[in-house]
């Protein structure tokens, strides 16, 4: 199997281009979804968490108050570091979790897409990619989408801002596919990426 991590900052596209590739047949790993499971009622990482940045971010059910860790951990540069340093490692192992099971039921020549918000915090791991597939989009267009589905400017600021830039991205990237258009020439030219990786697929 292939294994391609599909990487790109706030609003760039990169959801729409993994779930177009899902569609046409690529295997689909989501870190957003690995950082909601790992975080899941009773799992060690909430309980890290929680000693971190308050008991009350536990609600009474057991699940965690996204809303409120976020504006604890996003009150400062060093809180923001130390959610990283708690989540990574355990999004990491689910990660190569993962993989190892695609691994096993996965066929030869099969795409097993990994959509990646923080490349540069999984650069260790980018050994595990056959290929790194960066989702460019100018910054004022991010912004204006970013603003579409209800994301303040000031949050898009303070979001893009600890993410990594476009020479970081450009310099791990093997292949890149440019969003300056409408979604469905951006599916397009997903569907074009994964003709010519894959092989012709069905309209």
């Given at each position: 199997m292939?294994?391609?991590?599909?990487?790109?900052?706030?609003?760039?596209?990169?959801?729409?281009?993994?779930?177009?590739?899902?569609r046409?047949?690529?295997?689909?790993?989501?870190?957003?979804?690995?950082?909601r499971?790992?975080?899941?009622?009773?799992?060690?990482?909430?309980?890290?968490?929680?000693?971190?940045f308050?008991?009350?971010?536990?609600?009474?059910?057991?699940t965690?108050?996204?809303?409120?860790?976020?504006?604890?951990?996003?009150?400062?540069?060093?809180?923001a570091?130390?959610?990283?340093?708690?989540?990574?490692p355990?999004?990491?192992?689910?990660?190569v979790?993962?993989?190892?099971?695609?691994?096993?039921?996965?066929?030869?020549?099969?795409?097993?897409?990994?959509?990646?918000?923080?490349?540069?915090?999984?650069?260790?791991?980018?050994?595990?990619?056959?290929?790194?597939?960066?989702?460019?989009?100018?910054?004022?267009?991010?912004?204006e989408?970013?603003?579409?589905?209800?994301?303040s400017?000031?949050?898009?600021?303070?979001?893009?801002?600890?993410?990594?830039?476009?020479?970081?991205?450009?310099?791990?990237?093997?292949?890149?596919?440019?969003?300056?258009?409408?979604?469905?020439?951006?599916?397009?030219?997903a569907?074009?990426?994964?003709?010519?990786?894959?092989?012709?697929?069905?309209?």
């Open positions: 292939d294994v391609v991590f599909c990487a790109g900052p706030i609003a760039s596209g990169k959801s729409t281009v993994a779930d177009e590739l899902r046409l047949g690529a295997w689909r790993i989501d870190l957003d979804e690995a950082s499971q790992v975080t899941a009622a009773g799992s060690p990482c909430l309980a890290e968490l929680a000693r971190a308050g008991a009350d971010i536990v609600r009474a059910d057991g965690l108050d996204r809303t409120l860790l976020a504006k604890r951990a996003f009150a400062s540069p060093e809180a570091e130390e959610l990283e340093a708690i989540e990574l355990h999004i990491k192992r689910s990660l979790e993962a993989l190892s099971y695609a691994a096993t039921v996965a066929e030869e020549g099969d795409c097993v897409l990994v959509e990646v918000p923080l490349l540069d915090r999984v650069e260790d791991l980018l050994p595990l990619a056959d290929a790194v597939l960066y989702v460019h989009c100018p910054r004022a267009r991010r912004r989408l970013a603003q579409g589905r209800g994301v400017e000031e949050a898009f600021t303070e979001r893009d801002a600890r993410q990594p830039g476009e020479a970081y991205l450009r310099a791990h990237a093997t292949d890149v596919i440019v969003n300056e258009g409408t979604e469905a020439e951006l599916r397009e030219k569907r074009a990426w994964f003709s010519e990786h894959y092989g012709e697929v069905a309209s």
